[in-house]
């Protein structure tokens, strides 16, 4: 397996920023990452990904613009920087790996996904 461990979630106020972290075990420089997340009563969402070998970076429609993802694949680990954060926001942000590009990330199955780490944004 590829363990994937999330820090860096909290609680913020809107407008606020938080840096979510991924830290894998093993050499991830192969694999598409992502993070996802899904807000209690909605379905899981795709927030954004990355794949190294062709430098394709892609997001979900509502985080565009505000999230930037980036990778250190030397520590092999995942991030997630979200600035002005709403209140929509609000979730459990998943980090995802799989060994295939990111073409199309927002289908299908992912390899490995971690635990999760809570963002609450407060009004």
């Known amino acids: 397996q590829v363990p994937l461990v999330e820090s860096g979630g909290g609680s913020v106020q809107a407008g606020g920023s938080l840096r979510l972290s991924c830290a894998a075990s093993?050499?991830?420089?192969?694999?598409?990452m992502a993070w996802f997340r899904q807000a209690p009563g909605k379905k899981r969402e795709g927030v954004a990904s990355?794949?190294?070998?062709?430098?394709?970076?892609n997001y979900g429609d509502s985080t565009e613009g505000r999230f930037t993802i980036s990778r250190d694949d030397a520590q092999n680990t995942l991030y997630l920087q979200m600035n002005n954060l709403k209140p929509e926001d609000t979730g459990m942000y998943y980090c995802?790996?799989?060994?295939?590009?990111?073409?199309?990330?927002?289908?299908?199955?992912?390899?490995?996904w971690g635990q999760g780490t809570q963002v609450t944004v407060s009004s």
């Open positions: 990355i794949y190294t070998r062709d430098s394709s970076i």
């Open positions: 995802a790996a799989d060994w295939r590009s990111c073409a199309y990330w927002l289908y299908g199955d992912w390899q490995y």
């Open positions: 093993v050499d991830t420089a192969g694999y598409c």
